[in-house]
């Protein structure tokens, strides 16, 4: 059972400073393609790892390359770590250090902005900026997101 | 053969008056105005309802092609 929705609800109720990114921030903007993930630009701090390790630890978190390994971060590895890819058993949670097209998290939050969900704010990547993200990522899912989002931009500038 | 394909196209323009296609073709802006009309909200657990149906059509299936 996938329930992108309820590991939202956890980074935000665990105060992990993130921005939501991705494919899952272009659905947060009205884009209507399904997403299989939950992608995050986090400050990679200790304090907040730490708080992501916790705000998933009775999902069984491990990391998404070696599912042997189970998710315990030590402060040496938190001080080494640009990302974090995660398999939890809500669903896939990608944890980056920075946005291409964007930069690192201080960009991000920038070029963000924020939204009142049923349990707490949160901060998505604005829909420019997703743009950008989306146009240097290229891939052929990220250019049909690309369509959504400006035809979302041109239906917000009707209204 | 024409005509009776424009008499179609009249009947499913009229039985559906709120599709609309993009000028490229690519995005069903009738699909598009009803997600904006939800919350930030209202569309992930769209997104999610849409996944967990999906998995379970898989599965349903999976079920199928093991019976048969």
């Known amino acids: 059972m996938q329930n992108l929705s309820e590991l939202m609800h956890r980074l935000i109720s665990s105060q992990v400073e993130f921005v939501l990114v991705g494919g899952f921030a272009a659905v947060a903007h009205g884009v209507t393609q399904v997403t299989l993930d939950v992608d995050i630009c986090c400050r990679f701090s200790e304090a907040n790892l730490m708080r992501i390790q916790k705000a998933f630890a009775d999902l069984h978190p491990v990391h998404r390359s070696r599912p042997d390994l189970p998710l315990e971060l030590t402060p040496e590895q938190c001080a080494s770590l640009k990302n974090l890819h995660l398999k939890t058993d809500l669903g896939i949670v990608d944890c980056l250090g920075e946005v291409l097209g964007v930069g690192n998290f201080e960009a991000v939050l920038k070029h963000s902005v924020e939204v009142e969900l049923p349990y707490g704010k949160c901060r998505i990547l604005d829909i420019d900026a997703l743009i950008r993200a989306k146009e240097a990522m290229n891939r052929d899912h990220d250019k049909i997101t690309v369509k959504y989002l400006k035809a979302i931009k041109k239906q917000q500038g009707q209204n | ?68």
């Not at chain 2, 009947?11 to 930030?40: M, Q």
């Not at chain 2, 657990?45 to 996944?51: C, K, S, T, W």
């Not at chain 2, 898989?58 to 079920?63: D, F, G, L, P």
């Open chain 2, 1 to 68: 053969m024409s005509e009776k394909r424009n008499k179609t196209e009249m009947v499913l323009k009229e039985a559906s008056p709120a599709y609309c296609v993009s000028a490229d073709g690519d995005i069903d802006l009738s699909l598009l105005r009803d997600s904006l009309a939800k919350t930030p909200w209202e569309r992930m657990q769209a997104n999610d309802d849409a996944l967990n149906f999906a998995e379970s059509l898989r599965t349903a299936m999976e079920k199928r092609h093991a019976k048969s």
